[in-house]
């Protein structure tokens, strides 16, 4: 076993702006291809679809936390981000052999889409971008997610905790962190149950609930 002294770690290459900038967008068009490519795979919403009707796990967060030095504006923007992607998610119907996919089903988070400046984390820093906030749905599904028949195939966690122990319901490994498109939630239905996703918000919660058309073992 290598003594933990003689371990070399190397820094992180300093990249230009425009560097960054265009190996983030090779990295996006390279996922888009990915999902063009296998389209067929992925699941459909259908909020008519009623066929799931056991309940396997549900769970809620709150809405609005206060944090020190950052602006309450980007919490209450954040619930705006939610709900336009809640509209994109809410009544996923994954079916046998079907992928589910946070960002292959919301999109690109942009003004011209209505999305505002939310929190966000980036190499371990506070800051806030268009689209900021969605982590926290990220969070509640990965967690209903766990407690299921259903099989994560790409999870990113979180750098640090932004919310030290201020009402925490789970712990903090068990987040996932999201960037379009590329840092995702994905997983794949290898059962012979179909499984619904139900998400929606009130004033205080994000809710959500997980759905199968078998009972739960």
Request: proline share 3%; hydrophobic share 35%; glycine share 6%.
């Amino acid at each position: 076993m290598e003594n933990m002294q003689d371990i070399i770690i190397d820094k992180p290459i300093k990249r230009s702006k425009l560097r960054l900038k265009l190996g983030k967008e090779y990295f996006i068009l390279k996922r888009k291809f990915d999902w063009w490519r296998h389209r067929n795979a992925y699941c459909t919403v259908d909020i008519n679809n009623n066929t799931c009707c056991y309940s396997h796990k549900k769970h809620q967060s709150v809405l609005l936390r206060q944090l020190k030095d950052v602006d309450m504006y980007l919490q209450y923007n954040k619930i705006t981000n939610l709900r336009l992607a809640i509209e994109k998610l809410n009544g996923s119907i994954i079916k046998p052999n079907q992928r589910f996919s946070i960002w292959q089903k919301v999109g690109r988070p942009s003004k011209k889409r209505g999305f505002l400046e939310g929190l966000s984390l980036h190499n371990g820093q506070i800051g806030k971008d268009i689209g900021g906030g969605l982590c926290q749905l990220g969070n509640l599904i990965y967690w209903i997610v766990l407690h299921s028949d259903l099989t994560i195939i790409e999870r990113w966690r979180h750098s640090f905790d932004v919310f030290p122990d201020i009402n925490r319901t789970i712990p903090f490994a068990c987040g996932a962190t999201l960037s379009y498109n590329y840092v995702d939630l994905q997983l794949i239905n290898k059962t012979n149950s179909t499984y619904r996703l139900n998400l929606w918000l009130d004033d205080q919660y994000l809710h959500g609930e997980l759905l199968a058309d078998t009972p739960l073992k």
